[in-house]
């Protein structure tokens, strides 16, 4: 088996290298991808650095600060957001020494080589209930931000968190963006942090969940990014053409109504599921492959929403594998690009131009990212890639079943309330979009 691998990562080398030898234009926007690990069948990361070179992908986001995963990046250029967990919020609260531990054990040993350009401080902490955690949410970012200051790093590393759009009470007309009047005493004052310190906003943002939730009334083409009539919003005109933007910008209009306009709003987290229960409507591979290439297509076209045309959307697509040890519907386990061994799970057309609606053959690797001579060569070196490592990956199989990965307390709790919310709270937060595309469908 020792020999089957290092035979393999030897000719996956020469391709590599082979490939990058081939004129590379890359005018296109990069995205980025999420990286969770709630699985017990996942790759060694070092091979998923190989994996995710062969993609267009240059930004990582992790739910931990796996010092593997980063130091298996090193020297890629790859940057990453690193998290840290729920379940440690109350204690960095106002805990200068413990927030600046971690930052000197999961930040500072990694860096230059490796690029972390973010912490992310808790996930989704307003969609649960536990208002402790809420109200020692900004006392920890607070607590990283001096320690990365203190610690040299405060031009590089900025600190957020991400939350679900669920922490508005009003999405639609997006120019009627409203935070939930319940979060504003936690929410103000974390605007001003933002503020203060020039990071971003981040969403966690699914389209698929008001689809699932009403998929009679919900358009299904606004939710893909396919050709449809698009919603007006009646206070600014604006046309929106998916539902994705139409969140981004209510975030942009929630933060404006508290006296912010100087936070960018950036998707922590957005994808579609290839596979779902009975009752997960839309839960398909078509639509999977739809959303997720109609967004890269949006992404590589350097696209902004109607409100910040100017603005290029910033998308970290969930997710990179499919995992298998994720609580809840089916859906929750098949949100991966790509199935443990390395194979993906559907085709993507990420386009070469096209603006939307595209349902063509799998061409990743199109003109849009490299140059026509070189393209037939490109797509199937990479076919050749792929299928290398998916041999490779499963000749260390073995010794990756044993890392199984530990899932902290508190994570699972929090990824319930993204990925599996109640389904009043998705119809709650949804109403307007609802009568909107039900409106849209009549038409
Ligand atoms: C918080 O939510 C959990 C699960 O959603 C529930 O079991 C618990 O009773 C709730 N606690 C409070 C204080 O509402
Ligand atoms: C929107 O368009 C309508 C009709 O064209 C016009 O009367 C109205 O003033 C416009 N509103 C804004 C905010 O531009």
């Not at 931990?64 to 967990?85: C, H, M, Q, R, Y």
């Not at 007006?232 to 006296?259: C, E, F, H, W």
């Not at 409507?281 to 109609?294: I, K, L, R």
Request: proline share 7%; aromatic share 8%.
């Amino acid at each position: 088996m020792e020999l089957c691998v290092r035979a393999s990562s030897l000719l996956l080398g020469l391709l590599l290298q082979l490939l990058s030898s081939v004129d590379v234009v890359s005018a296109a926007q990069k995205f980025g991808i999420n990286y969770g690990q709630i699985a017990n069948n996942l790759p060694d990361p070092t091979q998923v650095a190989g994996l995710l070179q062969s993609l267009n992908v240059n930004k990582v986001k992790l739910y931990d600060a796996d010092p593997k995963v980063l130091t298996s990046f090193a020297n890629t250029g790859v940057e990453f957001i690193i998290a840290i967990g729920n379940e440690n919020l109350q204690s960095m609260a106002g805990n200068p020494g413990a927030a600046r531990q971690w930052v000197t054990q999961h930040v500072q040993p990694f860096l230059p080589a490796t690029r972390i350009t973010c912490i992310t401080v808790g996930n989704e902490v307003f969609s649960g209930n536990d208002t402790g955690m809420m109200a020692s949410l900004l006392p920890a970012m607070k607590a990283i931000y001096a320690a990365v200051g203190e610690l040299g790093l405060g031009g590089q590393v900025t600190v957020s968190s991400a939350h679900s759009v669920n922490v508005l009470a009003t999405s639609f007309p997006p120019s009627s963006g409203a935070f939930r009047e319940d979060l504003a005493q936690y929410i103000q004052p974390l605007l001003d942090f933002h503020g203060q310190t020039n990071s971003p906003f981040l969403i966690n943002a699914y389209p698929f969940f008001a689809y699932k939730a009403s998929p009679g009334s919900v358009s299904l083409p606004y939710v893909l990014f396919e050709p449809n009539p698009g919603v007006r919003d009646p206070n600014t005109n604006l046309s929106y053409d998916n539902m994705l933007y139409a969140q981004i910008d209510a975030v942009y209009a929630a933060m404006k109504a508290m006296g912010h306009t100087d936070i960018g709003v950036r998707i922590s987290e957005t994808g579609w599921p290839s596979k779902g229960d009975e009752d997960e409507a839309g839960a398909t591979v078509e639509n999977a492959a739809a959303y997720n290439g109609n967004l890269m297509q949006r992404i590589a076209m350097n696209q902004g929403t109607p409100l910040k045309p100017n603005v290029p959307i910033d998308v970290f697509v969930f997710a990179l594998f499919n995992e298998d040890m994720k609580p809840g519907p089916t859906s929750e386990r098949n949100y991966g690009l790509f199935y443990p061994n390395g194979s993906p799970v559907y085709a993507i057309n990420t386009g070469a131009g096209g603006v939307s609606g595209r349902t063509g053959p799998f061409d990743p690797y199109s003109a849009q990212m490299f140059s026509s001579a070189s393209r037939l060569a490109m797509t199937s070196g990479m076919g050749v890639v792929v299928l290398l490592g998916a041999l490779f990956l499963r000749a260390s199989s073995a010794r990756t079943t044993q890392q199984r990965k530990k899932v902290p307390s508190g994570f699972e709790s929090s990824f319930q309330t993204n990925g599996n919310q109640p389904l009043s709270r998705t119809i709650e937060s949804f109403p307007r979009v609802t009568t909107i595309a039900a409106t849209i469908q009549r038409e």
